[in-house]
């Protein structure tokens, strides 16, 4: 059933201006978040491992270090956001993660690489689930696939765009003041940081009462439904607005590990892809110059972008099913180590497409689900500590591949190992389902998942 048919003219007329007003801009936010963060997998085929003597390992620690300093401070600054509002909160944590990428231009060594990681993720603490309780905050839950669908292009964008926008940046070696490329790439993804950050302190606002681009009936009917959708939930879980109560809960923690495979996943792609690609010379005899690589790093994000898109639209369509999330876990699982024994760099990318456009099919879906049954701290903790727990595949992902492949020599067993933690995510999302806890057949709103929740206890 489309969970849009029914709506009125002015809850059409205010979602929609929702979604071109605030969707764009935040999800610019997360494009240069993500680029930010994962710019050290651009760097490292392009001088910086040479330049900084670094092995694959020492790689992986480096980039995984950053979340370490991210999950120390990720309730915290979840909870400061929801004190201190997200408007101030989110363009705080963008411009203090500009500073410190910045610093990546003068980085020496592997020492001084590691320190700059690991603060870079203490800078960024905060700032993906602030992003997605800032925006579940201005739209009811029957809405919010397709308003983190659209937020949640700007990942796979980034890879499609900054990929290339990377390798022309790393080709400008020497027009700075002598900097190598890499090091001119980590300046010229940092500075929009900045810039951003200062533009969302005065573009943003904190609720639909301060929005002067809604009408006075759009501002009355998005806070009289969103105040409806928290007292319903409230009133079925009366505990579950009190922060503490997202530690206690069971579903979050279930939905913590179910995300730590999809971001094991993730990373594993984002930091060794760009390596990959570098390898094909070896393994199939064909050389490509710093552009033709970050295009061919691109191209799986292309296909993912589109499946995110259709598939979150399908979620919105039939209201979410546990098989959103189970079935592109499982061909997540399949595809990533069938890859590496393909025949051509053609048939490794496309296997590389498969996983990416599962990961991103079912990230968006998955992150309706903790605000369905949290409100007030209590959402702002358990979308921090899911966040958290997820990412602490963050560290391990790149760690890992990158031990694992110094001990084998390549990367088959390393995405074996990604697969198995995506499979995991689905097994664990299914037991979560016939727990009760996520009705199998549809999640339309708050009170079916809390009726849910009571059913399973």
């Not at 309730?75 to 509002?85: D, I, T, Y």
């Amino acid at each position: 059933m489309d969970t849009t048919s029914t709506a009125s003219p002015i809850e059409k007329s205010a979602i929609r201006k929702v979604a071109v007003r605030l969707v764009p801009f935040v999800a610019l936010m997360f494009f240069i978040n993500y680029l930010d963060r994962t710019a050290i997998g651009f760097a490292a085929p392009n001088g910086m491992n040479d330049d900084l003597a670094l092995s694959a390992a020492q790689f992986g620690f480096a980039s995984g270090v950053f979340f370490i300093g991210y999950i120390l401070l990720e309730v915290p600054s979840n909870l400061a956001l929801h004190r201190f509002g997200a408007r101030k909160w989110l363009a705080r944590i963008m411009v203090s993660w500009g500073i410190v990428a910045l610093l990546f231009t003068w980085v020496g060594n592997f020492e001084q690489l590691a320190i700059l990681r690991f603060v870079l993720g203490v800078a960024e603490a905060g700032f993906f689930p602030g992003a997605i309780l800032f925006l579940s905050l201005w739209v009811p839950a029957k809405h919010r696939s397709k308003i983190l669908a659209l937020f949640y292009l700007a990942q796979p964008l980034t890879t499609v765009i900054g990929a290339p926008l990377a390798g022309l940046l790393i080709q400008q070696h020497g027009v700075f003041f002598g900097l190598e490329g890499w090091r001119f790439m980590f300046m010229g993804v940092a500075i929009p940081a900045i810039i951003i950050g200062v533009v969302a302190w005065f573009y943003l606002k904190d609720k639909p009462a301060d929005a002067k681009w809604l009408t006075q009936e759009e501002q009355e009917w998005l806070t009289a439904a969103l105040a409806r959708e928290s007292a319903a939930t409230q009133k079925v879980n009366p505990t579950e607005h009190n922060w503490k109560a997202a530690f206690r809960s069971g579903r979050v923690w279930t939905l913590s590990f179910i995300y730590f495979g999809f971001i094991y996943g993730l990373y594993a792609l984002a930091f060794f892809l760009p390596t990959i690609i570098e390898g094909f010379q070896g393994q199939f005899g064909v050389t490509f110059d710093v552009f033709q690589k970050g295009l061919i790093t691109a191209i799986p994000y292309i296909p993912a972008a589109i499946a995110l898109y259709l598939w979150s639209r399908d979620a919105t369509r039939r209201g979410l099913k546990t098989w959103h999330i189970v079935i592109p876990a499982i061909a997540g699982a399949v595809a990533i180590p069938l890859a590496l024994f393909a025949g051509s760099p053609a048939a490794t990318i496309a296997l590389v497409a498969v996983t990416a456009m599962a990961i991103f099919s079912a990230l968006p879906n998955f992150w309706t689900l903790p605000t369905r049954f949290l409100t007030g701290a209590a959402a702002a903790a358990g979308v921090a500590l899911i966040n958290t727990i997820g990412n602490l595949a963050g560290f391990s992902a790149p760690y890992i591949t990158g031990a694992v492949k110094d001990w084998t020599g390549g990367y088959q067993i390393p995405m074996f190992i990604v697969g198995g933690f995506m499979l995991l995510s689905a097994v664990l999302m299914i037991l979560l389902a016939r727990r009760g806890a996520v009705p199998a057949a549809a999640v339309a709103d708050a009170d079916a998942l809390a009726v849910g929740e009571t059913a399973g206890k």
